[in-house]
């Protein structure tokens, strides 16, 4: 039973309460995303430090890899929770997916090895991936229609606060780290817990504050009302045809994809070595065309787990006539159009965008001490979240007035150039590198305010968590195998550079390429429906 208040006791107010309530979640969602391109540099230097001195490549391949997982995690969260959200309602199932990312992000500071911040971020984001879903839905089932692109581009800017946010803290504990440690000796912690907390940048430290979110939980179950419409789809028994057993197909599906990250991380080389295959095997290119076989069949697996639960619902539903014919093959479609246009932008912005701190770090280590700032990679996230507040909210407003269609095939365009231009047209670290990641930033973030406009209006209530959950977060899969090439791509142009250089000279050219991703985009959206001016289906 929800608490009610007296913040509760008129639909205005409760329309006030969801948006604050789901703003506060989407922003602190951009504090965990932004959190490990900023930590995870330095946590992997300290984990990985005896592994380094043996293979120079194993920090780039832990990095992608646990990006990787947590992408998986995350779009394991939008389906399960999004779930949860259509059976028992959008605001106890956004609480729990809120307590999920925030005490899981903070064990991540307990970590000792890689594969335990792999584990941990993998569980922190099957809550953020379904508060994304929950919240969408909460907030645009309580608003009315004609407020829907200036919410949207709320939500999108939310998120992009909270990004800057973890750079901003990130850049106190680098400026501070002497005074937070002395702080945390006054508090009772001992010399060795001070140090551990303290090195690397304090890493740790910045683990433990993504565990804040949790106090969240409260106002929301104190202070958010239930979305009426669930409510009202609820009493219909439309709410009825979702089934537990049905969520075994999302650990079939969880299953593969991991499958994939297993494929394309550290430890497949290391197992055809200890079987003694791998070399007749990359001999004649049979590693890469088994991987690739044996990618392509997890993907189907993961697939098919995913849409599980919605397929058997919309059966259920079919068969008690509360679903008319072709329906049903109208939402699938939909639900596999969504996840496309939601891979494209989430595979540029993970396997090239999120990776400028960690390139800045290299292009400022070029720099004299006296010029080049080791607050490169805080002050590369700050431009990179500034530019993308103000895409998100634009290009919602955009899709307002011009079209859902137009604006995100203009996003594609603008983004694929200013991705390139980035990588290929600064070799240092300065101002100009910094407008064209404000730039960079602002263009490949604006898709996320365009998301939370779009996808809502291709789906009727029942199944709209779940479903938008399925569209936005399955692209994490997609952009999860993707974002494992970044380190196979920059292997790949490193051929003949100095070990020392790979980063500065390699990377930005496998960035660059991958940014091509965003032209597929520039023709999918044709493919989907054009919903301005249209009413949120029931």
């Not at 259920?316 to 006539?321: H, I, L, Q, V």
């Not at 004299?368 to 990179?384: C, F, M, N, R, V």
Request: net charge neutral; hydrophobic share 55%.
């Amino acid at each position: 039973m929800l608490m009610k208040s007296p913040l509760s006791s008129s639909a205005g107010d409760g329309r006030w309460a969801a948006l604050i309530a789901a703003l506060l979640g989407w922003m602190f969602d951009g504090f965990e995303i932004g959190m490990f391109p900023l930590a995870g540099p330095h946590a992997l230097d300290e984990l990985l430090a005896g592994e380094l001195v043996h293979n120079p490549a194993a920090k780039n391949e832990w990095f992608s890899v646990i990006m990787a997982v947590f992408l998986i995690g995350a779009a394991t969260g939008g389906v399960l929770f999004g779930w949860l959200g259509d059976r028992i309602g959008r605001v106890r199932a956004m609480s729990l997916s809120i307590l999920t990312y925030a005490l899981f992000t903070g064990l991540c500071a307990s970590a000792s090895a890689a594969w335990h911040i792999a584990v941990l971020r993998f569980v922190a984001s099957l809550g953020m991936g379904g508060e994304w879903a929950l919240g969408v839905a909460l907030v645009t089932e309580a608003w009315p229609d004609r407020s829907r692109a200036f919410i949207a581009g709320l939500i999108g800017a939310a998120a992009n606060v909270g990004f800057l946010m973890v750079a901003l803290v990130s850049l106190v504990l680098v400026r501070f780290i002497d005074l937070a440690g002395q702080l945390l000796a006054r508090a009772g912690l001992s010399e060795t817990q001070v140090e551990l907390l303290s090195r690397g940048e304090g890493w740790r430290l910045l683990m433990i504050v993504g565990a804040l979110p949790a106090l969240l939980v409260f106002f929301i179950r104190l202070m958010v009302p239930e979305s009426q419409k669930w409510e009202a789809a609820r009493a219909e028994g439309q709410t009825s045809h979702w089934a537990t057993r049905d969520l075994a197909g999302v650990i079939v599906g969880a299953a593969a994809a991991l499958a994939m990250v297993a494929l394309w991380s550290p430890a497949y080389a290391t197992a055809l070595a200890a079987l003694g295959a791998g070399e007749s095997l990359e001999h004649g290119g049979g590693a890469t065309l088994l991987r690739a076989a044996a990618t392509a069949m997890a993907f189907a697996a993961a697939l098919v787990g995913y849409l599980f639960p919605v397929l058997r619902y919309l059966a259920r539903a079919e068969r008690a006539g509360q679903l008319a014919a072709g329906e049903r093959g109208l939402y699938v479609r939909r639900m596999l159009l969504g996840a496309c246009l939601a891979g494209v932008p989430l595979l540029g912005t993970w396997g090239a965008l999120q990776w400028a701190p960690k390139w800045a770090i290299a292009l400022a280590a070029q720099l004299p001490p006296q010029d080049g700032p080791y607050y490169a990679k805080e002050l590369t996230q700050i431009a990179s979240a500034c530019g993308a507040i103000a895409g998100a909210i634009a290009a919602a407003i955009a899709g307002g007035v011009f079209g859902r269609r137009i604006t995100y095939m203009a996003l594609s365009i603008g983004s694929f150039l200013s991705l390139a231009y980035m990588y290929l047209a600064h070799d240092s670290f300065g101002g100009p590198l910094l407008a064209s990641v404000f730039v960079a930033g602002g263009m490949t973030a604006a898709f996320y305010g365009w998301f939370p406009l779009y996808l809502p209006e291709l789906f009727p209530t029942s199944i709209r968590a779940t479903s938008q959950g399925f569209a936005y977060n399955f692209g994490r899969v997609l952009s999860a195998v993707g974002s494992l090439q970044t380190a196979v791509l920059t292997a790949y142009f490193a051929t003949g550079v100095a070990a020392e250089r790979v980063e500065v000279e390699a990377f930005p050219r496998a960035g660059a390429t991958l940014a091509v991703i965003y032209l597929l985009g520039v023709v999918l959206i044709w493919l989907g429906p054009e919903t301005k001016g249209k009413p949120l289906p029931d």
